[in-house]
């Protein structure tokens, strides 16, 4: 093991797992700064698209949904109902579970966030290549889907949207 004063920075500068870290500051940046006049994070779009999608969606459904802490969640969905984007409804057979549902609003967002999603995500690629890019997104699949398990909150889509019933 190398000792502490001989490690330099081009170690970390070079490690897989800082240049993820950057790369999602980066795209974090890039999304909010396309995305601004909506006043929109990336987790409170992607809970919107899964909201819109699966409308009566829970907030443990959409957690794992999303891939998305559960407890960091409730502070998501109470600044998009803030925002009058989302509502929250009692379920039928249980009045202590809230279901969620996109708002006229909501849904009036996302259609007009969408060119702005687009240009941040080719904004985030545009530096590279086209074979590069497609490299990329290949491996970059690859690698979350074999990593799945070793996240805090790994995705568990088809978990989640079982349990929805086959309605949706």
Same mark, same amino acid.
């Given at each position: 093991?190398?000792?502490?004063?001989?490690?330099?920075?081009?170690?970390?500068?070079?490690?897989?797992?800082?240049?993820?870290?950057?790369?999602?500051?980066?795209?974090?940046?890039?999304?909010?700064?396309?995305?601004?006049?909506?006043?929109?994070?990336?987790?409170?779009?992607?809970?919107?698209?899964?909201?819109?999608?699966?409308?009566?969606?829970? /907030?443990?459904? *959409?957690?794992?949904?999303? @891939?998305? #802490? !559960?407890?960091? &969640?409730?502070?998501?969905?109470?600044? $998009?109902?803030?925002?009058?984007?989302?509502?929250?409804?009692?379920?039928?057979?249980?009045?202590?579970?809230?279901?969620?549902?996109?708002?006229?609003?909501?849904?009036?967002?996302?259609?007009?966030?969408?060119?702005?999603?687009?240009?941040?995500? /080719?904004?985030? *690629?545009?530096?590279?290549? @086209?074979? #590069? !890019?497609?490299? &990329?997104?290949?491996?970059?699949?690859? $690698?979350?889907?074999?990593?799945?398990?070793?996240?805090?909150?790994?995705?568990?889509?088809?978990?989640?949207?079982?349990?929805?019933?086959?309605?949706?």
């Amino acid at each position: 093991m190398p000792k502490p004063d001989s490690v330099t920075m081009d170690a970390v500068y070079t490690a897989p797992g800082y240049l993820f870290r950057r790369m999602q500051q980066i795209a974090v940046s890039i999304f909010v700064e396309e995305c601004r006049a909506f006043d929109l994070t990336p987790v409170q779009y992607a809970s919107l698209i899964a909201i819109s999608t699966h409308p009566g969606i829970d /907030a443990t459904r *959409l957690s794992a949904v999303i @891939a998305f #802490d !559960r407890s960091t &969640l409730g502070n998501v969905i109470e600044r $998009l109902e803030s925002k009058g984007l989302i509502e929250r409804r009692p379920a039928r057979d249980d009045k202590r579970v809230k279901l969620l549902y996109l708002t006229r609003q909501g849904g009036g967002t996302l259609r007009e966030i969408m060119p702005a999603v687009d240009r941040a995500q /080719a904004r985030m *690629l545009q530096p590279l290549k @086209a074979a #590069d !890019r497609k490299m &990329l997104m290949g491996l970059l699949s690859q $690698l979350v889907d074999l990593n799945n398990e070793a996240s805090r909150v790994p995705l568990r889509a088809e978990d989640a949207l079982q349990h929805l019933g086959k309605s949706n």
